[in-house]
T-cell receptor, first 116, second 114 residues
Framework: EAGVAQSPRYKIIEKRQSVAFWCNPI?????LYWYQQILGQGPKLLIQ????????DSQLPKDRFSAERLKGVDSTLKIQPAKLEDSAVYLC??????????????FGPGTRLLVL | AQSVTQLDSHVSVSEGTPVLLRCNYS??????LFWYVQHPNKGLQLLLK??????LVKGINGFEAEFKKSETSFHLTKPSAHMSDAAEYFC????????????FGTGTSLTVIP
């Protein structure tokens, strides 16, 4: 089966510009996650969707970050305006059922963002 | 609260020798524990997971881990390292009642010396 797809793979922007990342989860997976992975750290959850509803966005910096999953399939994460500290790898993951604590999450290759 | 501590940020082993990557967890409830591997410029791949069944869990590529509740540990082992094992390894804890979130450790970078 096809894995989690993400694009673009790399992005370089200047601070205060906007950027958007796209994710297409594994077919049939109801739960979708966006993570931020800063160099030298483990991934940190930004937002979790179940179908097209938000389950948890408590760690999403809502003044500059937004995300949507309108049809319950693919998702877009946007940053506007970007700051230097947003330089990181943005990972998308999906899981098949309700996103329960025992479920495996399947990760995409990530988008590496550099903010200059 | 949930948290994971990976005790070594970097481990070096010679090819053909055993691998031990250490992980301690903290969880208020019975946890699920995972090990993921991340090769350069690749996504995270699941190696194995513990979900309250057998405490010794076998994963892909010859890796295994043992859940020890008394020691709050979930160390990853492999009897014989291969060059292709060189990568970043993440220990992850998840627990019911905490939004089912994954809490990642800071990672252990494994180097395999030929």
């Amino acid at each position: 089966e096809a894995g989690v797809a993400q694009s673009p793979r790399y992005k370089i922007i200047e601070k205060r510009q906007s950027v958007a990342f796209w994710c297409n989860p594994i077919s049939g997976h109801a739960t979708l996650y966006w993570y931020q992975q800063i160099l030298g750290q483990g991934p940190k959850l930004l937002i979790q969707f179940q179908n097209n509803g938000v389950v948890d966005d408590s760690q999403l910096p809502k003044d500059r970050f937004s995300a949507e999953r309108l049809k319950g399939v693919d998702s877009t994460l946007k940053i506007q305006p970007a700051k230097l500290e947003d330089s990181a790898v943005y990972l998308c993951a999906s899981s098949s059922l309700s996103g329960g604590y025992q479920e495996t999450q399947y990760f995409g290759p990530g988008t590496r963002l550099l903010v200059l | 609260a949930q948290s994971v501590t990976q005790l070594d940020s970097h481990v070096s082993v010679s090819e053909g020798t055993p691998v031990l990557l250490r992980c301690n967890y903290s969880s208020s409830y019975s946890p699920s524990l995972f090990w993921y591997v991340q090769h350069p410029n690749k996504g995270l791949q699941l190696l194995l997971k513990y979900t309250s069944a057998a405490t010794l869990v076998k994963g892909i590529n010859g890796f295994e881990a043992e859940f020890k509740k008394s020691e709050t540990s979930f160390h990853l082992t492999k009897p014989s390292a291969h060059m292709s094992d060189a990568a970043e390894y993440f220990c992850v804890v998840s627990a019911r009642g905490f939004g089912n979130q994954f809490y990642f450790g800071t990672g252990t970078s494994l180097t395999v010396i030929p």
